[in-house]
Every structure is written in structure tokens, then in C-alpha cells.
């Protein structure tokens, strides 16, 4: 069996592929069952975050798990094969180990070195036990990511690479102020009542937030959560819950707002948050970001000029094919224009900038190097170029920011077109993508890198030896039911023999045995555990004739017992 993973992460895919794949805790469960009842997989566990879908399984067969594995996402994520494919990554063996234990110590988190994938790795394990999902290879690969993960930030700085979702996010919406300062004195609303959740409540509260509402769909799960906020020892911070019904109104009071519930729809729209701007600033804030006053009922708005009604313009743009829109004073296709009329407008055009009713026509010297010109213009492009500068466009200044929003969901629970919102600034995980991609790189990445190195190879070579563990313990059995079967026949044969002596008998042929079959067994634990070293295995069984279903029944009562043993939960 060979361990295999396919997946997708905010690496690998836009964030609105993430959204649409995202899994509902029941799709979690159902993908998992089935992963273990298809031919390919004997075991799984599923890590779904926030930016990241990933399918761990122990398959037999590469080829055959791929497209299973693949398959599988695509039903219950409910997004087409054909369209999750592009997206989708695959690790093998080595290559998978490596990958989870880079994803447990944050190298491949979004903001690099948080430390909340931890929590996360420990629930999909602990989920695919109470699923009986997870078997021997899962088991030893999920408690030996969190042992790598803790290892990798209690020896490195690779804390100071990178924070959580929530701070970052945080951070991102406070643009350079430091949190505590931003944050100090603000009233906040948080929607949901998750790990998430609870962590920006939390972050909220010790930052020197004056106030966090709770909104959880389930009212006494908010309770609990503002319960232990309010009796946090290092906050003074006021907490109190909400139902999920008083977040419009709890939005006109609040300064920032964070999301993140497991809703498969949008739980604040572009309209909701603009109602909550205008209740609070008394302005009527439009979806393209302009601030706006209405305009009294009888005002209408001034309507463009009509094209040719420029005064003293010789040329009726409206005739022209194509022309239709542009200005007599900007560009206009003139091809087909008669000479004549391309004559008349161009001396029109180099006397616009005066006032045309006292303007008088130019020499005919002049007028022929303006036809001159403007023919070549018109036979190069085919368009008579603009000799006005355009004026510059005003630039209405947006608001400063009244509402912060923070949306950790996937799929997103704010819609997107908030950001165009005047008053509102938005941070959401695409957002938070963007800009984690510049953020610097901590020098003890390298160093975590090593550790992660390290361990890729001590887990390989434990497996390889665990792997022909079975073959040995059948080796020695089968040398001790021959010893036993000998000394049986020899005890037959002489039946006068004493306790005393048919012990030092005993004892002498199974130190005999024993010392016979150390150095092979240890040695080959030590080859096995070597890349390639797979092979001893075989060798040793068909060196010694060992039974295979012997070799099995050990496996299959070594893995029992290890399942009995962990399932209690993870360490």
C-alpha cells in the first residue's frame, strides 16, 4: 500500500474555484466513507481549511487512486471533473509526507508560519478515527505531522515569518496602524461562533476592542463565547450575544465586522452593508464607490452634446460612418471625406482654440500644409488625431473607511462587491492572498525546511522498517514451532530424562536458534529501512519458505491493535 494525496489550495486554485469546492461538514463525512469503500483506498482522511481541500488516502494502486481520489472531489464538491482538474495537485510516498509535514509547520499557509493549521491537522485526524477512516498509515502520518509541526515552532523563529489568518487579516485592515492601537476602543461584531471565529473574538478583545456581539445561528453557542470573553482575566472588554436575525441593525453600531460561519451562501450582501454605511453616515454610498446626495426630483441631468453641433463646424460627424459618438473637437474616422470637406474641417480644427466668429481664414500657403498633413494622417490611420488636451478627470475623493470588514470564509460570506463600497473597507481571503504574497520571508524558513527534511526521511525509514516487521515476527515463529516440534520428538525419544534436564535442553536449542537468527533480523530491520530496501522483505520470505498468510495474519493483528490504541484521539 502507498500513500497518495490530491488536492487543492489556494496555491493551486482562485479563490472562487476554493469557494465552490468548499465541503459541508456532511460532504466531509460521505467523502470519506466512500473513499475507504472504493477499490483503490483502504484508508483516508480529508484536511478541509479555509484555503485548502486535500484527500489523503493509502492506496494500492497509483494510477487507479488518482482518478479515484480525483473523481470523489469532483462529486461531492459539486464542481465539474473536467473543470477541478486543472487546479488539482498530486503527491506520492515521499513526496506526500513531505507535503504534510511542510503544511503542519505553516510553509505552505497563506501567511507562512501560522500556527492554527495545527488545530486544524489534529481535528481531520481526529475526525477520520471516530469515522474509522484512518488505519496504521494515516495514524503514524497525521501524529507525526503535529509532532514535526510542534517541533518546527518551539526550535525556530518561524513564528515571526507570519501570524494567523486573523491577525494578518487584522493587520490588513488596520493598513501599518498596529493593531492594539486600531483596534482600541472599537466596537466589533463577529458572525459565527467557530474556532475561527472565536480566535478573532479573542484577538478583538485582547487588542482593546470596547465591545464584541456575537451572532451564531445556534444562540447558545454565542453565549458561551461571549460568556468567555466577558470573563477573560486580561480583558475588560463587554461581550454579549445576539441572534443572527439583529445583524443588520448591529452593523449601524458596529466599526468592524468579522465573518466566518460554515454558510454555503453569502451571509452579508453588497445592499446590507450599504444600508449599514448610510444608517450610519446619513449618505447614500452607490455600488460604483461615489458618495452621492439626490438630486431633487425636477433636476434632471445635463444631457452630452449632440456630434456636429459645434458652432461653425463645417462637418456634419453624424453622416459619417463610424463617427457616431465622437466629439467635432476630438477624433473621428474620416475616411471617404472628400477633399473639400477634409479641407474645410481641418482649418476649422486649427482655429478652434480662438474664437471662430472673429477668426479669419489662413493664407493658402498654410491651408496647403494643413491638407498636407492632415492627408498623410488620414492615408497612415484613417483618423484625424485629437488637438485638444483633454482635460483631466476629476477625482471624487473616497470617504475614509466607517465599517471594517473581515470575511475568513469559504466560501466567502461577504459579498465581493462590497469593495467598491465608499465607506467600507473590505480584507477577505483573496485580499489576504494578495497580499501574503509579499510578505517577507523569515530567515528561519530555511531552518524549519531542514527539520522538515529530516523528518520526511526518519518517517520513510520507520514505515520501511515497520513494513517488513510482520516478516521477521513470522520468521521467528516459524523457527520457534520447529524448535518446539523437535524437542517434542526428542523427548519422545528419551523418555528418561528429568525437568532438570529437559529444561537445559530446551533453553540450549533456543539460544541456539536465537543467536542464529539476530544478526539476519536486525540487520535486515536496518536495510529495510533504507530507500529501496522494500525488497528484503520479499527476500526474506522467499529464502525462508515463509507461509504468506502467516506474514498477513501478524500485519493484520499489529494493525488492530495500533487502531484499538489511537483511535483513543490524537496526542
Known amino acids: 500500500m502507498s500513500l497518495l494525496v490530491v488536492g487543492l489550495s489556494h496555491r493551486s486554485a482562485p479563490v472562487s474555484v476554493l469557494e465552490r469546492a468548499a465541503l459541508s461538514t456532511d460532504a466531509q463525512v460521505k467523502l470519506l466513507h466512500d473513499t475507504v469503500a472504493a477499490e483503490p483506498a483502504t484508508e483516508a482522511a480529508l484536511l478541509a481549511t479555509c484555503n485548502r481541500i486535500e484527500l489523503y488516502a493509502d492506496v494500492d494502486k497509483f494510477h487507479a487512486g488518482v482518478a479515484e481520489l480525483s473523481t470523489l472531489l469532483a462529486r461531492h464538491s459539486g464542481v465539474g471533473l473536467d473543470e477541478l482538474t486543472p487546479y488539482l495537485y498530486v503527491h ?117 476592542a470596547a465591545e464584541v456581539v456575537v451572532a ?40 468592524i465586522a468579522v465573518s466566518c460561519t460554515g454558510a454555503t451562501g453569502l451571509v452579508l450582501s453588497a445592499e446590507a452593508i ?111 488625431p485629437e488637438r485638444r488636451r483633454p482635460e483631466p478627470a476629476a477625482e471624487i475623493p473616497r470617504p475614509a473607511p466607517a465599517l471594517f470588514l473581515l470575511d475568513l470564509a469559504m466560501p466567502r460570506d461577504i459579498d465581493a462587491a462590497v469593495h467598491r463600497l465608499a465607506g467600507v473597507r473590505l480584507v477577505d481571503i483573496e485580499s489576504l492572498a494578495e497580499a501574503s504574497a509579499d510578505a517577507p520571508m523569515a530567515a528561519d524558513v530555511d531552518q524549519v525546511r531542514r527539520i522538515v527534511s529530516d523528518e520526511v526521511a526518519a518517517f520513510g525509514a520507520a514505515q520501511r522498517a515497520a513494513h ?50 539476530h544478526a539476519p533480523t536486525v540487520r535486515v530491520k536496518q536495510l529495510a529501512a533504507e530507500p529501496g530496501g522494500a525488497g528484503y522483505a520479499d527476500a526474506l520470505r522467499t529464502l525462508f519458505d515463509l507461509d504468506p498468510e502467516t506474514v498477513a495474519a501478524v500485519s493484520r493483528a499489529d494493525h488492530d491493535s495500533e487502531k484499538n490504541g489511537k483511535n483513543r484521539g490524537p496526542a
Not at 510553509?107 to 474509522?132: P, T, Y
Not at 498596529?178 to 478583538?204: D, Y
Open 274 to 384: 450599504a444600508n449599514a454605511v448610510e444608517g450610519r453616515t446619513g449618505e447614500f454610498t452607490a455600488a460604483d464607490g461615489e458618495v452621492r446626495t439626490p438630486a431633487p426630483a425636477d433636476v434632471r441631468p445635463a444631457q452630452p452634446p449632440a456630434a456636429g453641433t459645434d458652432d461653425g463646424c463645417p462637418l456634419d460627424l453624424s453622416a459619417v460612418p463610424g463617427a457616431t459618438g465622437f466629439s467635432v473637437m476630438g477624433e473621428a474616422a474620416v475616411a471617404g471625406i472628400d477633399a473639400a470637406t477634409l479641407e474645410q474641417h481641418g482649418a476649422w480644427v486649427d482655429n478652434a482654440t480662438v474664437d471662430r466668429r472673429g477668426a479669419t481664414r489662413r493664407g493658402p500657403e498654410a491651408d496647403a500644409e494643413l491638407i498636407t498633413a492632415l492627408a498623410a494622417t488620414v492615408a497612415g490611420g484613417g483618423r484625424i
Open 468 to 517: 517488513i516487521t510482520p516478516t521477521v515476527v513470522a520468521l521467528r515463529t516459524m523457527a520457534a514451532d520447529v524448535v518446539s516440534s523437535e524437542i517434542a520428538r526428542l523427548y519422545g525419544r528419551l523418555p528418561d530424562l528429568d525437568d532438570r534436564q529437559r529444561g537445559e535442553i530446551r533453553q540450549a536449542v533456543h539460544r541456539v536458534v536465537d543467536k542464529l537468527l
Open 92 to 208: 506520492y510516498e515521499d513526496r506526500a509526507v513531505h507535503h504534510l509535514f511542510s503544511v503542519a509547520c505553516g510553509l505552505d499557509s497563506m501567511v507562512v508560519g501560522e500556527g492554527q493549521i495545527l488545530g486544524q491537522i489534529k481535528d481531520s485526524l481526529a475526525r477520520a478515527q471516530d469515522l474509522h477512516t484512518a488505519g496504521r498509515l494515516l495514524n503514524d502520518l497525521f501524529q507525526q505531522a503535529l509532532r514535526v509541526g510542534k517541533r518546527a515552532h518551539s526550535e525556530t523563529g518561524i513564528d515571526r515569518a507570519g501570524q494567523s489568518l486573523v491577525t494578518f487579516g487584522l493587520e490588513q485592515l488596520a493598513l501599518g496602524t498596529p493593531v492594539e492601537a486600531w483596534a482600541r476602543g472599537k466596537k466589533a461584531l463577529v458572525i459565527g461562533a467557530g474556532s475561527m471565529s472565536s480566535l478573532a473574538a479573542a484577538t478583538l478583545a485582547r487588542a482593546g
Open 216 to 255: 451564531n445561528r445556534t444562540q447558545d453557542r454565542a453565549e458561551r463565547l461571549a460568556q468567555i470573553l466577558t470573563e477573560g482575566d486580561d480583558t475588560g472588554v463587554r461581550a454579549r450575544a445576539v441572534p443572527m436575525g439583529a445583524v443588520a441593525s448591529e452593523l449601524t453600531r458596529a466599526d
